[in-house]
């Protein structure tokens, strides 16, 4: 068994100090204070003192991508490149210092087969990863290098049905185009009241979850009306959604690493594309909406888009620097990345350092409380247990 001595902790919903936590193997079996008498029933064999830093759970990333996207592997050959360079990817979010993460769409579903694995146990010291396989996509839509094209309710029907026979944890349906997608509204909506509802249903019928792709108002209203469990993004949403949102305990997954990269990386990198300009009105919208749900309550989890454009999963903790930069306090952002990602994710063994849990912990050098830049520093990571930095 090994013993972690804490001086300032937060379990993942609340700030707790001089606390110790006992693990035997993978599972945290006791936790107490630092002077209890209890912890002389156990048999230590490992003392590691963590007093010197600020410990929490480790982070979980509800929204990232990590086979490329934009390439459908065509042979063998480039599927098993896009596997090994997928495995790279999760590595560069453990050293950000993820421990559980939710693939939303990969060319052919090809991360469900590292999903699987892992459920297998062939391998191991990696992130938890949750995949949605391929999305469901209208004809054309947004994203369809990731989808399996389906129009009207009976192929929503079938998709649903075909990317869970493949294997699929959770349901990906990307319900509008991008925020620059031509349009009437911007972020375009391209799947239908029916369709959603249909897919919607079927998900829930068979236990998965659904998270929709939606920027644009009318898009993100179909999808909370149909009773989706997350919605991407949102860039476009309205008072009159969120509050429908908090009745239907909607989750909001908001990336705002996506439009804060495309400004800040791309206008630094390709000054003359328009795309880039229009992000930062983009990111303004984005970072205001975020606000506006989380003051009204909508709960929140945490989500980079990392492997978008611009966008490094081994600074996947930048999301939770820009949710505290719009103005979230402190506790509620260490809550958004750690314990509600375990919730809406149903990995209900993680997300909080409780007793029954995995001991999958995070130590950072300094207390967020007391200086947010933190997350930019050095990190040490235990994965079930075991330490992986
Ligand atoms: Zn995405």
């Avoid at 993460?101 to 938890?128: F, L, V």
């Avoid at 909370?224 to 469990?229: H, I, N, S």
Wanted: charge should be negative; charged fraction near 25%; aromatic fraction near 6%.
């Amino acid at each position: 068994m090994k013993l972690f001595i804490c001086s300032e902790m937060f379990t993942g919903t609340e700030q707790r100090y001089n606390q110790s936590i006992l693990v035997d193997d993978e599972t945290i079996i006791w936790t107490g204070d630092n002077d209890s008498n209890e912890i002389l029933k156990y048999e230590i064999e490992e003392v590691i003192d963590l007093t010197d830093y600020f410990v929490m759970p480790g982070l979980i990333d509800c929204h990232m991508h990590i086979a490329s996207m934009d390439h459908i592997p065509a042979s063998p050959i480039e599927c098993s490149r896009a596997t090994v360079n997928s495995l790279q990817r999760l590595t560069e979010l453990r050293t950000a210092g993820v421990v559980a993460c939710r693939d939303m769409g990969s060319s052919e579903g090809i991360t469900i087969g590292i999903s699987e694995a892992q459920k297998h146990g062939e391998i191991k010291g990696y992130p938890t990863l949750v995949s949605a396989g391929r999305a469901i996509v209208a004809t054309g839509g947004h994203g369809y290098n990731i989808g399996i094209e389906c129009d009207g309710v009976d192929e929503f029907i079938k998709g649903t049905r075909s990317v869970i026979k493949e294997g699929s944890d959770v349901l990906k349906v990307m319900m509008s185009g991008g925020v620059n997608s031509p349009g009437e509204e911007q972020g375009p909506p391209e799947v239908n009241q029916d369709e959603i509802n249909a897919a919607v249903k079927e998900a829930h019928a068979r236990g998965r979850k659904v998270a929709v792709h939606a920027h644009g108002n009318t898009a993100i209203k179909r999808s909370v009306l149909a009773g989706v469990d997350s919605i991407e993004h949102g860039v476009f949403n309205s008072v009159d959604i969120i509050e429908m949102m908090l009745e239907k305990g909607t989750y909001l997954v908001p990336t705002l690493s996506a439009p804060y990269y495309a400004t800040v990386e791309g206008i630094r990198q390709q000054p003359d594309n328009p795309d880039h300009n229009k992000s930062k009105e983009i990111l303004d919208k984005h970072n205001k909406i975020t606000l506006k749900a989380f003051q009204m309550g909508v709960p929140l989890a945490m989500g980079t888009d990392a492997g978008c454009p611009f966008n490094p999963h081994e600074k996947a903790y930048y999301e939770l620097i820009l949710l505290h930069n719009i103005g979230i306090e402190t506790a509620d952002v260490l809550r958004i990345a750690t314990n509600n990602g375990a919730e809406l994710l149903d990995l209900k063994q993680l997300g909080n350092i409780q007793v029954g849990k995995e001991a999958s912990i995070l130590t950072l050098n300094k207390s967020p409380f007391e200086d947010f830049s933190t997350f930019e520093g050095p990190k040490q990571l235990w994965l079930k247990g075991v330490k992986v930095q």
